[in-house]
């Protein structure tokens, strides 16, 4: 167990570790290093654009994904303008992008899964085929227009 002094170290640092052994931030700490006020940090967390971590003494703790999502909060607010109410709005947006992106890479992959399985098959038989083709090699007319 860390002696008194250790421990004030460690949290002057403003950095610790946790049992998923990745680095976490004070509130202090992340402030300076985004030139913010810790109470623009808590306005946002208030709003639910961030939510940090929290010790058993209720201190905030922010990770890398946390730094991460106030980096980009914060180009938003501050080089394009933004308002925390259009914030909020295109992170939901940002968010349902990437569900729909990874609905859709499940569904290609199955799709292609599918394929292979019935390439291994073999071909179709015609009587089972929605629409028949005829055998190979024959040519067949169609009417244009």
Not at 92 to 112: K, P, T
């Amino acid at each position: 167990m860390a002696s008194a002094p250790e421990g004030r170290a460690r949290r002057r640092a403003g950095r610790e570790k946790r049992r998923d052994n990745k680095s976490y931030y004070m509130i202090s700490v992340v402030a300076e290093r985004f030139e913010v006020h810790p109470q623009t940090l808590r306005l946002y967390e208030r709003e639910g654009l961030v939510k940090p971590s929290r010790t058993q003494g209720n201190t905030r703790l922010y990770s890398e994904d946390d730094l991460e999502r106030l980096s980009f909060i914060l180009n938003l607010t501050r080089e394009l303008g933004v308002n925390l109410a259009g914030v909020e709005i295109i992170m939901n947006l940002r968010r349902r992008i990437e569900r729909m992106q990874e609905d859709m890479d499940r569904f290609i992959s199955e799709v292609r899964h599918e394929l292979s399985r019935r390439r291994q098959e073999g071909p179709i038989e015609s009587s089972r085929a929605l629409v028949k083709v005829p055998a190979a090699g024959r040519a067949f007319k169609t009417d244009k227009g």
